[in-house]
């Protein structure tokens, strides 16, 4: 070891020793308590040694606060009891602990890893539901900590066709804090209802906090594309907000000013908490816990509305626990939708209301009489494709034309392959006697993007596809895996999906059709394999069913354009035979015009 080293470090020891006995207290004389502590326990004498010390006086203890402390006490300890709501729709447990949720299951939606019913609830919490308040003494209290009875005395409870009310109670100080749950028989609402009696006697008045503890657990298979679509939101001054954990592991944001609504969702699930009065803020927590991309990986968010101080009326808030549907959430009228991404704020605002208002009706309707949602993608392609026909005709006829000049191009471009000026000059003039604007098809294909990245967005977050099969593909919502590799090629996967498959092949078929097969320009005919490639990569790992559609969509691009370049094939042709025949006449009627000539010339001779 160096010497200096060696040196410092002795040097080092020799002061913490000198300073900690310069530092250290002078011990007591025997027989004298230490003053001021009242929290340090007195070592036990031996049994057969009598106490000769004078007792110790005890501070003053404030009686309020003796008694505050003595409450909860009172009311943390007793016997969790779990009460079972059973309706249609969710199986839903609440415990006496808390008065709390501590499981609500959807009996309709699956999880795709295990086929457990979905749970909401992150059940390795002590709840989801909470109030928390500050006691006049500044201590917090979370009600999950105290005991509440019930006004049920079964331990299960079966909604069939009428409101049910269950309602826990506890006494906390001199007042009273009454939850009161209503479940309905027929959607994922659930009423609450808090009654805070004598609050002053317990809380101060600065109000209260209602919390939903814990993220919506994941359900699906792909746990890196479900983090990416699972966050927390609220909505304040007409505006939502929102975290997510997706570029960092821990975040927060502190709302103040009134509050319509907190929300946590993953991809197709949400837990909302709406206030009847508007709150007078909101906190919303995020906290990541394992690395993106790993089965370990967890993401836990807390909610709360910061309520104003409790009146003679007690505060009501909606629940809506259960599908991101968006007829269902729609009703409230409150933009509960607008928590689900549309992608970047740029496109947002039509990608949006043609989500809304075209995308979700049509399936809606067509879901109503189709019996699969694997026709529904179909026709709704097919919809869309009559729809965006307008402006994608003038941009097939362009490129067709531009099919069409694809020889004369390659035979300007070897006539010129060492002047690149006099090349531009004959291709415009080219362009010109033919009259085809080279960008006549870019305006009227950028026109339709919208309608694609809105499709884009809305197919994998659709939860009508979840769970629905077609033909091969067991779940529209999910890759169709057609085939498993030993191996995992990277930004690919460890699989082949079917759709995928036959859309990258689908696109390969469509850009051929646009390519003269005269051309011999390397660029395009490696674009016209590299970019169906890519594109297969890409969507390998996405939902299948919106690789059905773009398949759907691309096969009818194919038929539109192979009926386009024919008829403009046949229009030129038409036009070429035309212009020999208008030749051959026009030479005919010269030749004849000649001839009379010549013999008008002769007779006039001969005279």
Same mark, same amino acid.
């Given at each position: ?20 006995t ?12 230490p ?6 326990t ?11 010390t004078?007792?110790v006086?005890?501070?003053a203890?404030?009686?309020l606060?003796?008694a ?17 709501v ?22 309709a ?15 390795t ?6 109030l ?24 299960r ?9 269950l ?8 007042g009273?804090?009454?939850q ?15 009654r ?9 008045n600065?109000?209260?906090e209602?919390?939903w ?7 699906e ?10 966050g ?28 319509d ?8 699930f949400t837990?909302?908490?709406m ?43 909606i ?18 939708y607008d ?19 075209v ?6 309707? @067509? =879901?109503?009489v #189709? +019996? ?5 993608? *179909? /026709?709704? %392609?097919?919809?869309?494709? !009559?729809?965006v ?14 099919r069409e ?33 080279? @960008? =006549?098809?870019? #305006? +009227? ?5 919208? *309608? /694609?990245? %809105?499709?884009?967005?809305? !197919? ?10 077609f033909?091969w ?5 999910a ?37 003269? +097969? ?6 395009a ?28 969509y ?9 009926y ?17 025949n ?23 001779i001969?005279?």
């Amino acid at each position: 070891m160096d010497r200096n080293v060696v040196i410092a470090t002795i040097l080092i020891a020799l002061i913490m020793i000198v300073w900690l006995t310069w530092l250290s207290p002078t011990p007591p004389p025997p027989g004298e308590a230490p003053a001021g502590d009242t929290l340090t326990t007195a070592t036990e004498p031996p049994p057969d040694t009598i106490r000769q010390t004078a007792p110790v006086l005890e501070p003053a203890r404030d009686p309020l606060a003796e008694a505050i402390d003595t409450t909860l006490i009172r009311v943390a300890e007793g016997e969790e009891r779990l009460i079972t709501v059973e309706t249609d729709l969710y199986e839903a447990r609440l415990s006496t602990k808390g008065a709390t949720l501590v499981s609500f299951k959807l009996k309709a939606y699956k999880r795709a890893d295990t086929g457990a019913p979905v749970q909401i609830v992150d059940t390795t919490k002590a709840g989801a539901l909470s109030l928390v308040f500050t006691t006049p003494h500044s201590r917090v209290v979370d009600t999950r900590n105290l005991y509440f009875e019930p006004s049920a005395s079964a331990d299960r409870i079966v909604v069939s066709d009428s409101l049910t009310t269950l309602a826990f109670s506890t006494q906390v100080g001199e007042g009273r804090i009454v939850q009161t749950y209503t479940f309905h028989p027929d959607n994922y609402e659930v009423d609450l209802a808090v009654r805070q009696e004598n609050a002053a006697s317990f809380a101060t008045n600065r109000g209260y906090e209602l919390m939903w503890s814990g993220g919506v657990p994941f359900t699906e298979a792909n746990i890196e594309q479900e983090a990416r679509r699972s966050g927390a939101h609220a909505r304040s001054g007409g505006e939502v907000e929102s975290i997510d954990l997706s570029s960092d592991a821990y975040e927060e944001k502190t709302l103040r000013g009134s509050v319509d609504w907190v929300a946590v969702k993953n991809t197709y699930f949400t837990a909302v908490m709406m206030p009847a009065e508007q709150a007078r803020g909101a906190e919303l927590i995020g906290e990541r816990f394992g690395e993106p991309n790993t089965p370990s990986l967890k993401e836990d968010y807390t909610l709360s509305l910061l309520m104003p101080p409790p009146t003679a009326e007690p505060d009501s808030f909606i629940l809506y626990i259960g599908p991101l549907d968006y007829l269902r959430i729609a009703r409230y009228d409150r933009d509960l939708y607008d928590m689900v991404d549309y992608g970047w704020d740029a496109f947002e605002w039509i990608t949006r209301p043609l989500a809304k208002f075209v995308f979700i009706p049509v399936f809606d309707l @067509l =879901g109503s009489v #189709l +019996p699969n949602y694997g026709l529904v993608i *179909i /026709i709704m %392609a097919f919809l869309i494709k !009559l729809l965006v026909y307008p402006l994608t005709k003038s941009s097939y006829k362009s490129m067709a034309k531009m099919r069409e000049l694809q020889p004369k191009m390659e035979a300007i471009k070897e006539k010129y392959a060492d002047n690149p000026a006099k090349q531009q000059e004959a291709m415009m003039k080219m362009y010109k006697e033919t009259g085809v604007n080279p @960008l =006549g098809g870019c #305006l +009227p294909m950028l026109l339709q993007y919208p *309608i /694609i990245i %809105a499709l884009w967005q809305f !197919l994998p977050q659709a939860i009508e596809i979840r769970q629905q099969g077609f033909l091969w593909a067991h779940d529209l919502s999910a890759p169709d895996v057609i085939l498993h590799l030993p191996f995992t090629i990277p930004l690919y996967g460890n699989f082949v999906a079917g759709f995928t498959l036959l859309m990258g092949l689908s696109m390969v078929v469509q850009m051929r059709m646009q390519t003269s +097969p005269t051309t011999s320009n390397a660029q395009a005919k490696i674009f016209t394999y590299l970019f169906p490639v890519m594109i297969f990569g890409i969507f390998n790992k996405f939902a299948s069913g919106l690789s059905l559609y773009y398949l759907c969509y691309n096969v009818l691009t194919a038929i539109q354009q192979k009926y386009i370049n024919k008829s403009i094939h046949e229009k030129a042709e038409a036009e070429a035979a035309q212009g020999k025949n208008g030749a051959g006449k026009k030479k005919a009627v010269k030749a004849g015009g000649k001839r009379a000539a010549s013999r008008k010339g002769g007779k006039k001779i001969r005279s």
